[in-house]
């Protein structure tokens, strides 16, 4: 008998179907990608909230511009021409009230000799909607540079005599004059008051409205400014963006159709950003 090759008794176990150990899959942790974006978040647009100290009060502000140029609460710095300011990197620095709001608007902002500094760009409030999310950076309570997270709970409607939009973010006194930030970083509003005897339920005003009330900040972004008779309603693209005498909207490189009724007769102006900025409808009646 012919002996055999020692493979031919290892052949049936080759041919046999292997079966391996089945790997454990990696699932991807979306609370560790979320504390990562909140961070990211805090990291970036930190440095450009500071803290604002008026008589026997305080608040919070945050850069729009890079030469140091703050915004803030009207009420945050009251009637003080000067006000304390100590930024994110420690300095304490003196501040100039250089605008006060519009129409009793309650924002301010003040000139901070600060160098070049981190500014927060302006975001779309037109984006949000109830159930977006929101955060805010400041000094509720005196806990500086305090991080708060929220949604949207309401939105008022353009026009409103009052223009805010309500968040349910835990916010507290000190935080007036902060930033409400988009999920991007971007600021679409700026906190103004709360109900006290509530639970978190805050007020801001829209950064559109802001660039209404505040034409220092209007000149800074980038925005179309309409002017239109007093209480004239205009609409941009189809959407009321405002009422007469100045409507600003943030506005990218793009067409935009304007038309308002003015004198009884539906007024129509199509424009190219950024070649025109301002379009003046007071004259057509």
């Not at 909140?38 to 009060?57: E, K, N, W, Y």
């Not at 729009?64 to 300095?91: E, F, I, P, Q």
């Not at 500014?119 to 991080?147: K, M, N, Q, T």
Request: aromatic share 6%.
């Amino acid at each position: 008998m012919r002996a055999r090759s020692p493979l031919f008794f290892l052949l049936p176990l080759f041919l046999a179907p292997q079966f391996s150990t089945p790997s454990l899959a990696v699932t991807p942790d979306p609370i560790t990608a979320l504390e990562k974006q909140r961070q990211r978040l805090f990291d970036s647009t930190a440095p450009a909230v500071v803290f604002i100290g008026a008589g026997d009060g305080f608040g919070s502000g945050f850069f729009v511009s890079a030469d140091g140029l703050a915004l803030t609460n009207a009420h945050v710095v009251g009637k003080s021409a000067v006000v304390d300011v100590v930024l994110h990197d420690g300095r304490r620095l003196r501040g100039q009230v250089v605008e006060r709001g519009l129409d009793n608007l309650d924002l301010a902002l003040v000139k901070i000799d600060a160098g070049t500094v981190t500014a927060i760009p302006p975001g779309d409030p037109g984006s949000l909607r109830v159930g977006s999310w929101v955060a805010s950076i400041g000094h509720g309570r005196g806990g500086v540079w305090s991080f708060t997270e929220g949604m949207v709970s309401n939105i008022y409607p353009a026009g409103s005599t009052k223009p805010v939009f309500q968040t349910q973010i835990p916010l507290n006194p000190g935080n007036s004059g902060g930033p409400i930030l988009d999920r991007n970083g971007r600021v679409v509003g700026i906190v103004t008051t709360g109900l006290t005897d509530s639970n978190a339920i805050n007020f801001a005003i829209p950064i559109d409205a802001a660039m209404r009330g505040l034409p220092g900040l209007a000149s800074l972004f980038d925005c179309l400014v309409i002017k239109a008779p007093a209480g004239v309603a205009v609409f941009v693209d189809g959407k009321m963006a405002g009422k007469g005498p100045r409507i600003v909207v943030p506005a990218q490189q793009g067409v935009f159709e304007i038309h308002a009724v003015i004198g009884g007769k539906l007024r129509r102006q199509r424009v190219s950003y950024p070649q025109i900025r301002e379009v003046d409808l007071v004259g057509q009646r």
